[in-house]
């Protein structure tokens, strides 16, 4: 389907690059949705119209550009109000949408997992929700009777009531595989190994880093386009000194992220508070990298992230001459700068973050007792062992490790005494 992409300011605020970026990341949300944009139009106003937004001569533009390109539907960069979205469709003939709702259907596109097409569809339902509010024009909403429901009434409060029976539907389904989530943490931390959120804006790179950290096994599906990867994935990572950890590559996140969708993927979401780390990848090559810096601390303030390290990694340098120079990547954020398609910086990432999770790791030392080499092979897996001393009553270790991690291990090797 061709459709117009439209991006609506007003005239006392002055015009910026930050306006044009977002309706081109718009046009390539569009591609994303598999629609076909034939043209962008900024719009300034001197006002917001409580009825169209843009005013009715700037609708009369639109109807006549409609007829010239044959588009069937508008799409705006700012979210609409139900009533403004329906009086657009009406004067102009075509479908009309916001940004919210385009991202909305990507997600409801990309999802893979059970979980995923379950969040992706509660988005959807609350989306609808807010928008069946004062629907029904033409709808028989009154018979003559002060008080009484006409047809159109009724029917608007059939769809209520429907959407409210499936979004209670879906939440339970939710909770059900947060409490499944909440077990599997559970197995995790039973043999503790420390937590790695990657985040990032929309192709930043996190699944093609990921799949470098893993050497390429893990197969995660990793490609030039927005949303390429909405399910998380966690995969068992080497550091340099010999332990492991998990690292979770994480839905991207992007300007405007509609609310709703937030409140669908809080339960994924939420596993970034549990992280002992948090990589930040940023795109080097972006010229809007700071705008989507902020965009992702804002969100990651919005869920409530605080107090764990953060590590910024500027991610793309093949794509640049001169990282140090081409993107905005201050020196206060500490910068490390990696390419994940190349390989380049990745060691000095992996004992950045290494050193950022042994922070508050103690030194401590057991003896293993001869036999128990699963145990010994634990402690290797779940600690960073510095020495190892073998003699007739075992191996002494003497390793860095979470006072949680150390109490397990001990707790252990007395049982096997």
Not at 111 to 121: I, N, P, S, Y
Not at 246 to 275: C, M, N, W
Not at 309 to 335: G, M
Request: aromatic share 6%; charged share 25%; net charge positive.
């Amino acid at each position: 389907m061709k459709v117009i992409l439209v991006a609506a300011e007003l005239k006392r605020k002055r015009p910026g690059a930050a306006g044009t970026a977002s309706l081109d990341e718009l046009w390539r949300l569009a591609e994303t949705a598999g629609l076909e944009p034939v043209q962008k139009i900024s719009v300034r106003l001197q006002a917001w119209n409580p009825a169209t937004l843009i005013g009715s001569g700037k609708v009369e533009e639109f109807k006549t550009l409609i007829k010239e390109t044959g588009a069937g539907a508008v799409i705006f960069d700012e979210e609409l109000g139900p009533a403004q979205q329906r009086n657009l469709e009406h004067a102009l003939g075509v479908i009309v949408a916001d940004r919210p709702r385009l991202i909305i259907d990507i997600f409801a596109l990309r999802a893979r997992t059970r979980e995923g097409k379950l969040q992706a569809r509660l988005a959807r339902f609350n989306y609808s929700q807010s928008r069946l509010a004062g629907k029904g024009g033409g709808m028989d909403q009154q018979r003559g009777v002060i008080g009484g429901k006409g047809a159109g009434e009724k029917k608007i409060d059939y769809d209520r009531r429907t959407l409210r029976v499936k979004i209670a539907e879906l939440q339970e389904e939710i909770e059900g595989i947060k409490r499944e989530r909440h077990t599997q943490r559970g197995r995790r931390d039973s043999v503790p190994m420390p937590q790695v959120s990657i985040v990032g804006y929309t192709n930043a790179g996190k699944s093609t880093l990921l799949n470098y950290l893993t050497g390429n096994r893990a197969g995660i599906y990793a490609d030039d386009k927005l949303f390429a990867t909405l399910d998380p994935t966690t995969k068992r990572v080497r550091l340099p000194a010999g332990g492991w950890a998990l690292f979770t590559d994480t839905v991207g996140f992007i300007q405007k992220l509609p609310h709703d969708l937030i409140a669908a993927f809080r339960a994924t979401l939420e596993e970034i508070l549990y992280s002992d780390l948090i990589l930040h990848v940023h795109d080097l090559s972006s010229p809007e990298a700071k705008q989507q810096h902020d965009a992702v601390k804002a969100t990651l303030e919005e869920l409530g992230v605080k107090g764990i390290p953060v590590i910024n990694v500027f991610n793309k340098t093949d794509a640049v001459k001169d990282p140090l120079v081409s993107a905005w990547a201050p020196e206060s954020l500490r910068p490390v700068l990696v390419s994940a398609l190349t390989g380049a910086g990745i060691e000095s990432l992996l004992a950045a973050s290494e050193r950022a999770l042994t922070r508050r790791w103690g030194e401590y030392e057991l003896t293993i007792p001869a036999g128990a080499k699963g145990l010994i092979a634990e402690v290797y897996s779940a600690c960073l062992v510095e020495k190892a001393a073998y003699g007739p009553r075992g191996a002494t270790l003497k390793f860095k490790a979470t006072p949680e991690n150390y109490a397990r291990l001990k707790k252990k090797v007395a049982s096997n005494q």
